[in-house]
C-alpha cells in the first residue's frame, strides 16, 4: 500500500509560479511510475506530467512551463510549475503506478493523493 500527500497549492496570479510537492510512503518508492493530474470543476480529470525510470511525458498544454523531478532518496515528487495561467487552475493530484513504465492513463495508476488545490488569477 503507499499513501500519497500532495502540498504546495495555493494562489498565484497568473505569470507566477508554484511548487507542487508529493510525499509517498513505502520503501519501493523508485520502482513506481509517478504522474500528476488535474481537475477543474465540471471537468474530466486530465493528465499534466509523469516520470519514471524510463524518462518523463509532458502534457502538450504544459510542455515548456512545468517540470516534473523526484528524489527517491526523500520518497518525494515534484511539479515546478512556471508561467502559471489562469487556465491551470484546478485540483491537482498525485498519482502512483506499479510500473517503471510511463504512463497517461488515470485507470493506469494503482493509487492516488487527496490533491491540492492550485488557483490562478488573471
Known amino acids: 500500500q503507499v499513501q500519497l500527500v500532495e502540498s504546495g497549492g495555493g494562489l498565484v496570479q497568473a505569470g507566477g509560479s508554484l511548487r507542487l510537492s508529493c510525499a509517498a510512503s513505502?520503501?519501493?518508492?523508485?520502482?513506481?511510475?509517478m504522474g500528476w493530474f488535474r481537475q477543474a470543476p465540471g471537468k474530466e480529470r486530465e493528465f499534466v506530467v509523469a516520470?519514471?525510470?524510463?524518462?518523463?511525458y509532458y502534457a502538450d498544454s504544459v510542455k515548456g512551463r512545468f517540470t516534473i523531478s523526484r528524489d527517491n532518496a526523500k520518497n518525494t515528487v515534484y511539479l515546478q510549475m512556471n508561467s502559471l495561467k489562469p487556465a491551470d487552475t484546478a485540483v491537482y493530484l498525485c498519482?502512483?503506478?506499479?510500473?517503471?513504465?510511463?504512463?497517461?492513463?488515470?485507470?493506469?495508476?494503482?493509487?492516488w493523493g487527496q490533491g491540492t488545490q492550485v488557483t490562478v488569477s488573471s
Open positions: 513505502g520503501r519501493t518508492f523508485s520502482s513506481y511510475a
Open positions: 516520470i519514471s525510470r524510463s524518462g518523463t
Open positions: 498519482a502512483a503506478a506499479r510500473t517503471l513504465w510511463i504512463k497517461t492513463g488515470e485507470y493506469e495508476y494503482d493509487y
